[in-house]
C-alpha cells in the first residue's frame, strides 16, 4: 500500500506517483481513492483526463466501478501545465493517451512541489509499451501495478486483450472489446488469431 510518507520536511519537491496495469484493474478506482484522501485533508486538488475519453462523462473522470471525481478534460498534456497554478495534488487518467510532453509536463509539476498521481494502461492490446507510460514509470519515485483477474483462468491478469478485429491503437471500450488475461492465456488467444489469419491467407 502507498503511503506519503517525508522525512525531510524542509524539502520542498513534490514526487510522481504511477498506478499501472490492464483494462478493469482498478487503476481508476486507486486513482480516485487517493485524490479523495488528499481532497478530505484539505489539499487543493486537480483532476484531468484526455479530452478523447468520453466512455462515461465528459468531464468527470469515472471507473468502472461507476465511482466518479470531478476533472478537467484537456486536447493536450501542455494544457495541465496552465491550468495548475496554486495546487497542492494533482491527478491524471487515462495518460497512455497523452502526447508525449505528459512525461516532462508531470516532471515540472513535481519540481514545483506538486504530488502528481498518474493512472494509465502500461501496455497496449498487442502487449507492447504504451505511448508515454514507460518514460512516466522510468521517472516516477512511485509506481503501483495493479491487477485485474483473468476471464479465462481465474488467475491475475496483466494483459487487455482485445476482442474486436479492429487493429486502431487507440479503441476507447468495455467489456464488449476487451477482456483481461493473464500471460498464458493472452499468449494461446494471440496463437489462436495468428493461426486463424494464417488459414485466412492461404
Known amino acids: 500500500m502507498f503511503l506519503e510518507n517525508t522525512v525531510n520536511h524542509t524539502e520542498q519537491f513534490g514526487w510522481i506517483e ?102 494509465g494502461l502500461d501496455m497496449d492490446y498487442k502487449g507492447k509499451p504504451f505511448g508515454p507510460m514507460p518514460a512516466l514509470m522510468a521517472t516516477a519515485e512511485y509506481v503501483t501495478k495493479v491487477h485485474a483477474v483473468c476471464t479465462r483462468t481465474g488467475n491475475l491478469a496483466h494483459y487487455s486483450y482485445r476482442k474486436s478485429m479492429n487493429e486502431d491503437l487507440v479503441l476507447l471500450g468495455e467489456t464488449q472489446d476487451y477482456e483481461p488475461l493473464s500471460r498464458a492465456a493472452y499468449y494461446k488467444a494471440m496463437q489462436q488469431v495468428n493461426n486463424e489469419q494464417n488459414l485466412e491467407d492461404e
Open 18 to 119: 504511477i498506478i499501472c496495469g490492464s483494462m478493469f484493474s482498478g487503476k481508476t478506482e486507486e486513482l480516485i481513492r487517493r485524490l479523495r484522501r488528499a481532497q478530505l485533508a484539505k489539499q487543493r486538488v486537480e483532476i484531468f483526463k484526455p479530452r478523447i475519453d468520453k466512455r462515461y462523462d465528459e468531464e468527470e473522470v469515472v471507473s468502472h466501478d461507476a465511482n466518479r471525481i470531478r476533472s478537467t478534460a484537456v486536447p493536450a498534456s501542455s494544457n495541465i501545465r496552465l491550468l495548475t497554478t496554486n495546487v497542492d495534488v494533482v491527478g491524471i487518467d487515462e495518460a497512455q493517451f497523452f502526447d508525449d510532453e505528459i512525461v516532462t509536463v508531470c516532471n515540472d509539476l513535481a519540481n514545483r512541489g506538486i504530488r502528481v498521481i498518474v493512472a
